[in-house]
């Protein structure tokens, strides 16, 4: 029997892939556990060591990759992932798989087929020269330039200079304009974080990324968090705090 543990963060993506796993493999595979954000997912690898990881790399409480930097992982994983052509080669040089959503069956065959020469030659694939790749393409300054919205039925493409910030609500994600429109964004903060130039736009919470120019004023809100005023303001920018965890990583950004 297979051991798997799948982190992803859509429930209903995570159904669709176990129907598929068991189709594939009848009476072959356990699903171990599905996990939907990093912090379950470190709780979890901490103390069970299942034989194969499927791993979506954005979820909802940030980036997978920061599940291999609290942990020592060495059991493969195939990815999904949208990264582009040049991400993809990464994966391939570092003996790791991935799929690309959406995933059809003849995908998750081959995926499957090489995680079984792997289990079975005991092979353990270089998560750190794949971590390094990535990262290296990650820095590469091609950031999205633009962003397409709506409001109501109406349709609009805001130019990156023309965004203060953005802020999640529930499953919803806004966009808002310096001129201080609100629109409807189809799309995550998680997603966002590598569409972004990160000497611009900030995460600082799971509800907030901004714009360093959207920033008006700072203070203490207590000794391990800060609470910024933004432009345009909006009622519920009472929540734009910079978390604890990231308070550290947010003033060395305010000083490069």
């Known amino acids: 029997m297979i051991r798997i543990a799948i982190v992803e963060d859509e429930r209903l993506a995570a159904r669709e892939l176990e129907k598929l796993l068991h189709v594939l493999r009848p009476n072959k595979i356990i699903i171990e556990a599905h996990l939907e954000n990093v912090e379950q ?3 979890y690898l901490s103390g069970h060591k299942p034989d194969l990881i499927f791993m979506d790399i954005h979820l909802g409480d940030g980036n997978s990759f920061e599940i291999f930097d609290r942990l020592e992982i ?29 995933m059809d069956s003849e995908d998750v065959e ?7 020469k792997l289990f079975y030659e005991k092979e353990s694939p270089d998560f750190n020269a794949l971590h390094k790749s990535l990262n290296s393409i990650m820095n590469v300054d091609e950031y999205q330039e633009r962003f397409l919205v709506s409001r109501g039925d109406r349709l609009s493409s805001i130019e ?13 994600l806004y966009l808002f304009g310096f001129n201080g429109d ?20 900030f995460r600082i919470n799971r509800k907030f990324m901004v714009s360093y120019q959207a920033i008006v004023e700072m203070h203490y809100y207590s000794k391990t968090r800060i609470k910024l005023n933004l432009q345009p303001y909006h009622p519920e920018c009472i929540d734009a705090i910079v978390s604890q965890d990231r308070c550290a990583e947010f003033k060395k950004w305010l000083n490069k």
């Open 41 to 43: 997912a470190v709780q």
């Open 74 to 102: 060495v059991t493969p994983v195939i990815f999904t992932t949208a990264y582009d052509q040049y991400a993809i080669k990464a994966f391939k040089q570092c003996s790791v798989d991935y799929l690309l959503k959406p």
């Open 110 to 116: 081959i995926a499957l087929m090489k995680f079984e």
């Open 160 to 172: 990156v200079d023309k965004v203060a910030y953005f802020m999640a609500d529930g499953k919803a």
């Open 182 to 201: 609100r629109y409807l964004f189809d799309g995550t903060l998680s997603s966002l974080e590598n569409k972004l130039n990160p000497k611009t736009f």
